[in-house]
């Protein structure tokens, strides 16, 4: 079904919100402006969580709302409701109209009249899976990760879905909408030896159904892969500190480069002169050999969307070629400012929220090694194969993630496992150290969540295997 048809039957499917004087109360609000919009949303959330041998929570949620925004330079008129009327919109527009009043501001043209090809269904997959069957597939996970080892103390598992229905509207008549499923499982198991107890987690998700996960061999995965990570900690021994050369690999590890060098191609960083990157477009700002995409277009990933969220089609940016900056991520609001095209990437958690330049799935791509080979070249060093939480600084580029799944890496052989590996250094001089590059780029399951001013979105990430030299680890352990 037509997305745009779609959304009407939910949002003006009765006199309650027409469609023919929002157009015109957006319009009158927006008259002098630079740009805006009205940003309509429907929200369908539902949890449930498993935990010590029975269900603990299950919740569903429907929000529904609209936010009217108007853009006035460098600055935003913003008004938003959880009320969807006529009365609640003729409020926003009044005073959206008290900032934009008197502006002299020239109307931003709308983006391009195209769409994407559709990136994923359309079906709700909270109607497409009974509550009952959802209920017994985490009881079903909780005995099969207690089956596998005696060693299995605790496990918790939790699956969660959602249905977003969005509608862009312009004052020019310009429409667009999206409709967006997204479901994730979430597995974490706790194992037992001699009174040492360690901790595994595994999760997937995409822009699919339910469905999906009710077949034993995807969630099965899941379960294997908590429980590994669990009993290979129980094995792990405390992580040596010092500076050492890396290597990370493939996938997940993706999160070290969205956190310290993708929110610093983000637009609004760059045109205040915030992020490290600021200026730098057609400079070496990495090693050659390195390329870095962002990209909104990949068929039922969790950072994909058909259009962001002011209505611009997403699409597959480069932002590092061999080594060299070509460009940031922007919304239509930095894009103006910096007098260049939107990106597709002004998004917003809801309605209620303001859009800004946000990654979709951000990785590097792949080179020509065997990752054999690449592990092969460490004298003394570390593999880092999955990462926690970390933090990063944009302005200085430092960054700070600690490995939850680290190996030493001796005479180029992977030897033990490590807990409490942390890595310490700084975004753009750790993408200068990259020395090789695999052949092995992967992407995450699906688990991303990206937050940026308060505001939390959906993700992808991933690269090859790397290696990098000179990298700081913290540990307990001198190296």
Not at 32 to 49: R, V
Not at 216 to 235: C, I, T
Not at 326 to 338: P, S, T
Not at 387 to 403: E, L, Y
Request: glycine share 12%; charged share 20%.
């Amino acid at each position: 079904m037509d997305p745009l048809a779609q959304t009407d039957a939910l949002f003006f499917k009765d006199s309650n919100f027409d469609r023919d004087q929002a157009q015109a109360i957006l319009k009158d609000a927006l008259h002098g402006a630079d740009d805006g919009d009205l940003f309509l949303e429907i929200d369908y959330l539902e949890f449930l969580g498993f935990d010590d041998g029975r269900l603990k929570s299950a919740s569903y949620n429907q929000s529904s709302g609209f936010g009217l925004r108007a853009i006035l330079g460098e600055a935003d008129a913003f008004a938003h409701s959880g009320d969807m009327s006529m009365a609640a919109l003729e409020r926003a527009g009044k005073t959206v109209k008290a900032v934009t009043s008197g502006y002299s501001g020239k109307l931003a043209l709308s983006p391009a009249n195209m769409a994407n090809l559709p990136l994923y269904s359309d079906a709700n997959p909270l109607d497409g899976t009974p509550f009952d069957a959802k209920v017994k597939l985490l009881q079903e996970i909780d005995a099969y990760a207690r089956s596998k080892d005696s060693r299995v103390k605790q496990v918790s598992a939790s699956i969660a879905g959602s249905w977003q229905a969005v509608q862009i509207l312009r004052p020019d008549g310009y429409r667009a909408a999206d409709i967006r499923p997204l479901v994730r499982l979430n597995v974490s198991v706790m194992v037992e030896k001699n009174g040492r107890m360690e901790t595994g987690s595994s999760g997937s998700g995409g822009r699919f159904m339910f469905d999906k996960y009710l077949q034993a061999a995807n969630w099965q995965q899941e379960v294997d892969e908590a429980l590994r990570l669990a009993l290979l900690g129980l094995e792990s021994i405390p992580a040596p500190a010092g500076e050492m050369e890396i290597v990370l690999g493939p996938g997940w590890p993706g999160v070290m480069l969205h956190e310290a060098v993708g929110h610093g191609l983000e637009g609004d960083f760059n045109r205040k002169g915030t992020s490290i990157f600021s200026g730098k477009v057609g400079e070496q700002v990495a090693a050659k050999g390195v390329t870095v995409i962002d990209d909104g277009t990949i068929s039922d990933r969790r950072g994909s969307i058909t259009i962001d969220d002011e209505g611009t089609k997403s699409a597959r940016n480069v932002l590092i070629e061999d080594g060299i900056l070509k460009g940031y991520l922007q919304d239509r609001q930095n894009a103006r400012l910096m007098n260049v095209a939107p990106t597709g990437n002004g998004r917003r958690e809801s309605y209620a929220s303001l859009p800004m330049p946000r990654m979709t799935n951000t990785f590097m791509e792949s080179g020509d090694l065997d990752p054999k080979e690449i592990l092969s070249t460490v004298k003394n060093g570390l593999y880092a194969v999955n990462f926690g939480g970390g933090q990063v600084d944009i302005t200085s580029g430092k960054f700070v993630f600690s490995a939850s799944e680290a190996y030493l890496v001796e005479d180029g052989k992977i030897t033990a496992p490590v807990k409490g590996a942390t890595l310490i250094g700084n975004g753009p001089d750790a993408m200068s150290k990259i020395s090789m590059v695999g052949n092995d780029m992967a992407l995450d399951a699906g688990v991303g969540t990206c937050g940026k001013n308060g505001q939390s979105v959906p993700v992808g990430v991933g690269q090859p295997t790397l290696k990098i030299g000179g990298i700081t680890v913290g540990g307990t352990q001198a190296a």
